[in-house]
């Protein structure tokens, strides 16, 4: 199915205020002791969560330790998404035990991501706590999960699509809202 781009949510210059922002957040929430890291949901969590680790570099000169989860075999939707999924390397190189970990995706829509996210990193250790960045709210959940940090809400239609573009994955800035032609 087609999808067109109705609006332009996020340039470049406004996902990079929304990122230091996040970052800024990330750290005033944290409790004395603790140690950070951030985790990157596979695709475009992880070069998010390479953004943020260097936007908190840049603020407190506090090196985080970036690791990237694939959450594949933990998705409750994997039949129904593909008969052979691929599935990617998860690369923690740490230890999540007693950490205050942060997960950081692109997009919140249902929570199911994050419930599979969650639960990937429960099978690798006992974090002290986990939280949720995201770089787009966008509604509609269907578990009982709500992002801790949270670039900016866009209340969406179901009909509607979000769409993150990153340098690193796509070669453009930008967060659009798509649609599919006629409303349908």
């Known amino acids: 199915m087609d999808w067109r781009v109705k609006a332009e949510i996020l340039d470049e210059a406004?996902?990079?205020?929304?990122?230091?922002?996040?970052?800024?957040?990330?750290?005033?929430?944290?409790r004395e002791?603790?140690?950070?890291?951030?985790?990157?949901?596979?695709?475009?969590?992880?070069?998010?969560?390479?953004?943020?680790a260097?936007?908190?570099q840049e603020i407190e000169g506090l090196a985080c330790p970036v690791g990237e989860l694939d959450i594949t075999l933990y998705r409750d939707d994997l039949s129904r998404i593909a008969q052979a999924p691929v599935v990617h390397q998860t690369h923690i190189p740490f230890a999540v035990?007693?950490?205050?970990?942060?997960?950081?995706?692109?997009?919140?829509?249902?929570?199911?991501?994050?419930?599979?996210?969650?639960d990937a990193i429960m099978?690798?250790?006992?974090?002290?706590?986990?939280?949720?960045?995201?770089l787009v709210d966008r509604g509609h959940r269907e578990l009982p999960i709500r992002a801790d940090f949270v670039g900016k809400n866009v209340p969406t239609s179901q009909q509607e699509m979000i769409?993150?573009?990153?340098?690193?994955?796509?070669?453009?800035e930008r967060v659009v809202i798509l649609e599919r032609p006629g409303g349908a």
Do not use: C, F, N, W
């Open 97 to 118: 035990g007693e950490k205050r970990i942060v997960l950081v995706d692109d997009v919140l829509y249902t929570g199911r991501t994050a419930r599979a996210a969650m």
């Open 163 to 172: 769409s993150v573009r990153l340098q690193e994955t796509d070669g453009e």
């Open 54 to 56: 260097a936007h908190i």
């Open 123 to 134: 099978d690798l250790g006992r974090p002290a706590r986990i939280q949720l960045a995201v």
């Open 33 to 52: 002791g603790e140690e950070l890291a951030l985790v990157g949901v596979r695709t475009r969590g992880v070069p998010l969560a390479r953004r943020l």
């Open 14 to 30: 406004t996902m990079r205020r929304a990122l230091v922002r996040i970052a800024h957040e990330v750290l005033e929430r944290g």
